[in-house]
């Protein structure tokens, strides 16, 4: 099955500076890549998601790029701020299979 | 627009006692459902996925099972809770074989006791 790793486990910034979180997949069948934040006690939620024949995407401060060679994606945060302080999760899907999370980035932006 | 309820939000349970956590989705028909447990500080391990009523696959061996009554709504259950059952659950909802996002619940909080 499906494996995907993420990097680094924990992230600290000072505000404004940018954040990247990378994540790396094994089987070249995947087609969806998302990413979630989650705040504590709370829910993932979906802040940005690539499919497999875009390399790159960008949603105001957040941009995920992909590489489908080399089977990584990762998230960019510029310009962050301290609300941005949460756990960011990466995932693998492939149609009609499930969602493979990474393990999870905890990004701390210190004011 | 399509919502999903999750409940209760915290539960405290005894050891030994049964569990019975429930999951229901609405606007949508024929939802892919999981259920995720996410151990303190730890990523999201996938307990059981469903593609339709009466289907379920387990990820992984445990002391917890899986229902899919109806459509649109998503059951997990223990005979007996063990500790190591305490976590953070979530239920989780995507379209069938469409390449889009799987929406969360807002997760139960288990301890036991």
């Known amino acids: 099955g499906e494996n995907v790793e993420q990097h680094p486990s924990t992230l600290s910034v000072q505000e404004g500076d940018s954040a990247v979180i990378k994540c790396t997949y094994s089987d070249s069948a995947s087609n969806y890549f998302p990413w979630y934040k989650q705040e504590l006690g709370k829910g993932p939620q979906l802040i940005i998601d690539i499919r497999s024949n875009v390399g790159e995407k960008k949603d105001q401060r957040i941009a995920v790029t992909l590489n489908k060679t080399a089977k990584h994606f990762s998230l960019h945060i510029t310009e962050t701020q301290p609300e941005d302080s949460a756990v960011y999760f990466c995932a693998a899907y492939q149609t009609g299979n499930q969602f493979y999370f990474g393990t999870g980035t905890s990004l701390t932006v210190i004011p | 627009s399509q919502t999903i309820h999750q409940w209760p939000a915290t539960l405290v349970q005894p050891v030994g006692s049964p569990l019975s956590l429930e999951c229901t989705v609405e606007g949508t028909s024929n939802p892919n459902l999981y259920w995720y447990r996410q151990a303190a500080g730890r990523g999201l391990q996938l307990l059981f996925y469903s593609v339709g009523i009466g289907q379920i696959s387990s990820e992984v061996p445990q002391n917890l099972s899986a229902s899919r009554p109806q459509d649109r709504q998503f059951i997990l259950s223990s005979k007996k809770l063990l500790l190591s059952d305490s976590g953070f659950y979530l239920c989780?909802?995507?379209?069938?074989?469409?390449?889009?996002?799987?929406?969360f619940g807002q997760g139960t909080r288990l301890t036991v006791v």
């Open positions: 989780a909802w995507s379209v069938l074989f469409a390449n889009t996002e799987a929406f």
